[in-house]
């Protein structure tokens, strides 16, 4: 069975800071990961997913397969980018939505 | 575009008895999955609907149970509520074709059970 933990339920930074999002899963194939955010009263929504190897808004993941981690990383982090941040997995590669495994997220805080 | 929108946004119901929830997937989209989130945790995914059948499904008991219509629309019944089922439950419609379609998620409706 596939999971996924994300290790810091709380982060606070200053803007201008780097902030990284940390994710780790456990599954023995070969998944693909997802980071989806939700803003204050917004709905839940797909940030980046490692296949496409996108820079949305500033952040950047990388699969590590060795470390089984796909944190999130941001060289300067803005106040807009406050929101809780979820790491999800899919247990089928190359472009499915099929029973994917959410993180409890990491609620990020940017600071003036 | 409303994109997915659900019914009811909340909902209190007694221990025992049964519940529907409702869920219109975004515009052009055929494929609806449902996701129950308890407080302070992730989404935990339920079932898959596509053309009217249940695709995946999720370690959740056979209480729960989906329907997808032939517009795509969905519902999600759940019987015998427990206290735990309180909870948001979450619908996300994408689109089933080559390559790849996100999921775009409704507000959920929060369920609360006493």
């Known amino acids: 069975a596939q999971r996924v933990t994300q290790p810091e339920k709380l982060l606070s930074v200053f803007k201008g800071a780097p902030v990284e999002l940390k994710c780790n899963y456990s599954y023995s194939g070969s998944p693909e990961l997802f980071w989806y955010v939700q803003y204050s009263r917004q709905r839940l929504q797909l940030l980046l997913r490692h296949i496409s190897r996108e820079s949305i808004k500033g952040f950047t993941a990388d699969l590590n397969k060795g470390e089984t981690s796909f944190h999130l990383k941001k060289p300067f982090a803005q106040e807009e980018d406050s929101a809780m941040y979820y790491c999800?997995?899919?247990?089928?590669?190359?472009?499915?939505?099929?029973?994917?495994?959410f993180g409890k997220g990491t609620l990020l805080t940017v600071n003036p | 575009d409303a994109g997915v929108t659900q019914s009811p946004t909340h909902l209190i119901k007694t221990r025992g008895q049964q519940v529907t929830l409702r869920c219109s997937p975004k515009?052009?989209?055929?494929?609806v999955s449902w996701y129950q989130q308890a407080l302070g945790q992730g989404p935990q995914f339920i079932f898959q609907y596509y053309e009217e059948e249940e695709r995946q499904r999720g370690n959740f008991p056979d209480r729960f149970s989906g329907h997808q219509f032939p517009n795509y629309s969905s519902e999600l019944n759940v019987n015998a509520l427990l206290l735990g089922d309180s909870a948001l439950y979450l619908c996300?419609?994408?689109?089933?074709?080559?390559?790849?379609?996100?999921?775009?998620f409704g507000n959920g409706t929060r369920l609360t059970v006493t």
């Open positions: 996300a419609s994408s689109l089933a074709r080559e390559g790849y379609s996100p999921l775009h």
């Open positions: 999800a997995l899919s247990p089928y590669s190359g472009g499915s939505n099929y029973k994917l495994t």
């Open positions: 515009s052009g989209h055929d494929t």
